[in-house]
């Protein structure tokens, strides 16, 4: 099991040493090293009471903020600045990536928040809430058998353009669809099932279609095929 061990707000030494700078209003590009090492053991030095595990990692940054500010005190030479890098530099490096990681932290405590706001149902049987669609078969053709049919028309439709359409005023509906077809099929008493689709609008085949299956389903309609690859024929009941 992991712990998270903190001095007074301070999650280790890195964290100590941000907020160091911070209150200093200090760059951390260019750090003081002096200024931060005695704000660093003075704040080390004011604890009463420490953890001795949680003591050893801040004593140890202790101990390399002094070795650091020794190598800053040492006088150089204008060559050997030019030639050797920066003693800050590996310190710099890490308080970056420290902070890099410690705000990405902050956005994901900030994204687990808002997901405590959101509550998840448990999956349920939804089928009981679903609408009564079956196909009642009243002869020897399937729902299948029509939508293949009606996906054919559709495709020799697209291959025959351009196509002589009629441009409807207002939409049509399901209902007054379903009024017209069985009015058309009353008097013709035999209607093969494209001759159903007069008009060539998506809206307009698509109610057709709906209302087909509607007249199927309450039998006001027998839909059946002779033999295979005839038409598709539709019968008043």
């Known amino acids: 099991?992991?712990?998270t061990l903190k001095i007074d707000q301070f999650e280790g030494p890195l964290d100590l040493l941000l907020h160091l700078i911070k209150e200093s209003k200090m760059d951390i590009?260019?750090?003081?090293?002096?200024?931060i090492t005695n704000q660093y053991l003075d704040y080390i030095n004011a604890m009463k009471e420490m953890n001795l595990d949680?003591?050893?990692?801040y004593l140890v940054m202790a101990s390399e903020l002094i070795e650091l500010k020794s190598k800053m005190l040492l006088p150089r030479h204008e060559e050997e600045e030019e030639s050797e890098e920066d003693p800050r530099e590996q310190l710099v490096?890490?308080?970056i990536e420290y902070q890099h990681?410690?705000?990405?932290?902050e956005d994901f405590k900030s994204l687990e928040k808002e997901r405590m706001l959101i509550y998840t149902k448990s999956p349920e049987n939804l089928k009981e809430l679903e609408p009564d669609i079956k196909f009642v078969n009243t002869s020897d053709v399937s729902l299948d058998d029509l939508v293949d049919a009606f996906k054919k028309f559709l495709k020799r439709q697209e291959q025959n353009r351009p196509l002589n359409t009629k441009i409807t005023k207002r939409e049509i509906t399901v209902e007054e669809r379903r009024k017209s077809i069985k009015k058309l099929i009353s008097s013709k008493k035999r209607v093969r099932f494209f001759e159903l689709f007069d008009v060539m609008t998506?809206?307009?085949l698509v109610v057709t279609f709906?209302?087909?299956l509607e007249m199927a389903k309450t039998r006001e309609i027998s839909i059946?095929?002779?033999?295979n690859f005839e038409d598709i024929v539709c019968e008043a009941i």
């Not at 590009?29 to 200024?35: C, N, P, Q």
């Not at 990681?101 to 932290?105: G, I, N, Q, V, W």
């Not at 059946?224 to 033999?227: C, E, K, M, V």
């Open 224 to 227: 059946h095929q002779d033999n």
């Open 93 to 95: 490096n890490r308080l």
């Open 202 to 204: 998506r809206e307009y």
């Open 29 to 35: 590009f260019d750090l003081k090293i002096e200024v």
């Open 210 to 212: 709906l209302a087909i």
């Open 1 to 3: 099991m992991e712990y």
């Open 101 to 105: 990681y410690k705000d990405l932290t």
């Open 54 to 57: 949680i003591a050893s990692s």
